[in-house]
Structures are given as C-alpha cells and as structure tokens.
C-alpha cells in the first residue's frame, strides 16, 4: 500500500496547502482523497477578494495524479472529506468513482450556504454517491473517522502502511499542529461548532495515542507539509 501527497494549490500569504490524497492499495484499487479547488480558479488569484487560492495549471488534481500514471477512469473510491472549496471542486472529473461521503455531512450541506458554490460538483444528475455514517473500514487499512465541529459530518482517514505504520489524515478537524490540544485549541473562522470540534479534535489525538500513529498530516499546515514528502515520492 502507497499513499501519495498532493499539493492542489496554495493559499497566500504564508502558502497554506490546499491537500488532496491518493491510497494505492496492494491490489491496485486507487482512492482518491479530495479533489481540491476547482478548474476554473487557475490563473484566477488577485482578479477579484473571492480568488483567495494560488493554483496553477500543474496543481489540478488530473494533472497531479497524471505524474504517476493514475488516469480518472482509474480512481475507483473518491473519498469526500467535506464540501468546502478547496476540497470537493472536481468531483465531475472522476464520473467512474464512487464518492464516499458522510450521510449527516451531505444532508447537511444542501442547507448551508457556504457549500452551494461546489453544489454542482457534489450533488450532480447521476453521481455514485454512497453515503456512510460514522466510523468504519472502506478497504483493508482504509479507515474513515467521522469527526464533525468544522462542518457536520466532517471526516478524517486513517491509513496503515506496512513501513511508517498506522498514518491519520487530520483534513480540517486539525488542520495546523498548532490546533490539536483540544482545550486549548481557537476556533478557526470556518469551524461552524466549538463543542463538536473539541470532541473531534480529542477523538483523533486519542486515536493517535491509541493505534501508535507514526504521522499526524495537518490539513492547511505549511510548516509541517514543507518537510512531508509530496507526489511524486510516497509513504508505504
């Protein structure tokens, strides 16, 4: 099993990543994590206050996978993390995947405001939508942990490699180093629930604490993706 980071853009000034993951298991199943900004903002930051990420042509998420010879007809899970931005806007471009997602967080979303700007890209005629709820195994060493208080039904995914070990993809439940002490923590502008993102941020550090992950991966943390290492290398 290989899990592939990917940088889809970046936001300024302190060049925040905007993540999407990719998990090749043993058998050659491709899940793909989050899709990222979409198409239409490349080139696009600076024309207007609402261009706030940095992406070029080479950070689209096709392009990205299209390094190490994934293809979209590849893809076969799409594990939607939530319906932000920068993480669910090219849905379209994966029409053979399944798209995972949290049942509470997509009945949610079609009455929240900030989610009807990517509404094309993850509630469209025909999608393989397959709703889950709470906690559970997707594949072997595929793990989805349910963790709302950003948005509700926010989920995380813990994936254990056969080298590094158990390794958990925080997304926006922690999405700095800074942020994982659960008392201590601030609310970020975008968090919509104090008391469920203390639980989910005390959910996960235990759940660390617990299976030994060697590698929390913060969700919008530049210091820490400096030194991670990023498609085309990979983590096993």
Request: hydrophobic fraction near 40%; aromatic fraction near 6%.
């Given at each position: ?34 899709t990222?900004?979409?198409e239409?903002?490349i ?33 076969r ?21 399944e ?20 509404r ?40 254990r490699?056969p ?74």
């Amino acid at each position: 099993m290989k899990l592939y980071l990917m940088r889809l853009a970046t936001i300024p000034p302190d060049g925040a990543p905007v993540p999407g993951y990719l998990v090749q298991t043993d058998d050659g199943i491709n899940v793909l994590v989050d899709t990222g900004v979409p198409e239409s903002h490349i080139g696009a930051y600076g024309t207007s206050p609402e261009a706030v990420f940095q992406m070029n042509e080479e950070d689209h998420v096709v392009r990205q996978l299209a390094r190490i010879g994934v293809a979209p007809e590849d893809v076969r899970y799409l594990v939607c993390t939530h319906y932000d931005l920068d993480h669910a806007g090219n849905h379209e471009d994966f029409p053979a995947a399944e798209l995972v997602v949290q049942r509470a967080h997509h009945e949610a979303a079609a009455d929240i405001p900030r989610f009807q700007a990517t509404r094309p890209h993850w509630d469209a005629p025909g999608q393989r939508r397959r709703p889950v709820d709470g906690d559970m195994e997707l594949l072997p060493g595929i793990e989805l942990i349910e963790c709302g208080g950003h948005v509700p039904g926010h989920q995380a995914v813990l994936v254990r490699l056969p080298e590094t070990g158990p390794l958990l993809l925080a997304i926006d439940a922690i999405p700095h180093s800074a942020l994982r002490d659960p008392d201590k923590r601030q609310l970020q502008p975008y968090d919509m629930n104090e008391v469920e993102m203390r639980a989910s941020t005390r959910k996960l550090v235990d759940l660390a604490r617990r299976e030994g992950v060697t590698l929390i991966v913060y969700g919008h943390d530049p210091a820490q993706w400096a030194g991670l290492r990023t498609l085309p290398d990979f983590y096993d």
